[in-house]
């Protein structure tokens, strides 16, 4: 998860400095990395979440959207 810094980095970075502006892309490239590397392929390789990742991606791409997706764990 990104932080409340890193998200309003990447909404708005004009009000950062360049220094705490490269420090922040640094994290989240590094969140990013880790999460198509490590936790994307465990999502879609279980079968409680593989619907989920579905729901949330259309032609592999990341839907757009004003709803968000729905999902409910199975009892």
């Known amino acids: 998860m990104l932080s409340i810094h890193e998200r309003n980095y990447l909404e708005n970075n ?3 400095s360049k220094s705490y502006s490269y420090v922040l892309e640094h994290r989240i490239k590094k969140k ?3 999460f ?4 994307l392929s465990l999502i879609e ?3 409680n979440l593989t ?3 579905k729901n949330l991606t259309e ?3 990341l ?3 004003s709803e968000p ?3 409910t764990l199975p009892m």
């Open 14 to 16: 004009d009000n950062y």
């Open 69 to 71: 997706v729905t999902f």
């Open 63 to 65: 839907r757009t959207g």
């Open 51 to 53: 619907e989920f990742h």
């Open 59 to 61: 032609n592999n791409k």
């Open 45 to 47: 390789q279980s079968p």
């Open 32 to 34: 990013l990395q880790q």
């Open 36 to 39: 198509y590397r490590l936790e």
